[in-house]
């Protein structure tokens, strides 16, 4: 047994069945409660700071529904449940779908939720880089109030996020897409799909109504720097132009520039490039329908 | 302590757990012992079973979450997938030491349950997170296989 096995011995469990009461257990317990959805994380990390684990599956917070207004996915939605949705099953949001799929195995999924994916903040968090790509922002419910935080401002290091002790995520809210958007999720580990992502690149394009010109970009990308990251003056040289030879190529070189890779800085630096480029290239074909030379 | 209850293979069985009690040490707790302990992080896949149907890593499930549940292990009765998957990992071979087997017959039965004609891809796939150290795995997927092409 080791030492963290004697150490984690909370002594609280609770399974409200509503928003309010989860949070007033939030508010009760502090720094010493935690939420436990599907417990792959909270069972597995052991702190022993908790005393309390406020489970929150009973809070209805399982769904995934589109509608004029976008997307909006409970957090408590099973990595799973999104992996086999029909909603995410084609188009732009299908890269939701294939993030969920590369966490963990099959066994986790069916447990972990995309709310505990993003709450525990690592920095190789597979989920984020789809849901930064896509522009998701998420709601995040107190006792006294509910706010609506942008995805790019949650992560503030590793496994740190900008969510109080009294907060609980209900939901990850995307915006409806434009009209010809492209987007695409790559990653690369270091032997089999259970590792964790090595480098993990998401790239979405919006294009013009002659799919000519980039009108919009984002590019985000997991396991290259603290926190899962944008890669914004990349995005920024995409903006405006029109699609030629060459560009992807020049904007993949600054994307690999803007990552703060720790560990094997080199070859992370590097396959950012690559990845940037492959997700680039795929988000822009899925619009013109012409596949550029390199594209996966 | 708390008295709860969980169907585990279609009978209600009572015992007292804690807060921080995980369903795989009530399953053993209470001689269900097929259910294996490996690392007991989630990682390795020894002690999977079906709760409300779906492979999950027991070690990460508390009991308290699973009171009032179903949970099925290799040991329930009358399921014809589960006995024909047992009778091919004999003829397969696909057990050496057989720890990891319990679990990785449940995850076949979770993935026939779900896919009843899964490609050696799909089979591999589902197996990703059952850990076994003597077969290289071959033989597994060649038992599920002949299963998913016998099965009815």
Redesign the interface.
Known sequence: MSKADNLFRPTQYFRPTSVEEAVRLLVEYGEKGSCIAGGTDVLAMKDPQIEALIDITNLGLNYIKSDSQGLRIGATTTLAEIEASPVLSEGPYNIIAQAAHKVGTPLIRNLGTIGGNLCNASPSADTAAALLALGAKLKLVSARKSRDVPLDEFFVGPFRTIKGDDELLTEIVLPPLAPRTGTSYQWLTKISTIDESLVGVAALVVMDDKAEIIKDARIALISVAPTPMRARKAEEMLRGKAVRDGLVEEVAKLVADETRPRSKPDYRRDMSAVLAEHTLKEAIAQVTGSKLQGAK | MREIKIKVNDEWVTGPV???T?LLRFLRDNSFTEVKKGC????C?AC?VL?DG????S????A??AEGREVSTIKKKGDQLLEALKEAFVKYEAAQCGFCSPGMII?ARWLLSENPRPNREGIR??L???LCRCTGYQKIVDAIEYVSMEAK
């Open positions: 804690k807060a921080d995980t007991g992080e989630g990682d896949g999977t709760l779906k492979a999950v890593t070690c990460l499930v508390l308290l979450q995850t796939d589902a990703s997170g059952n």
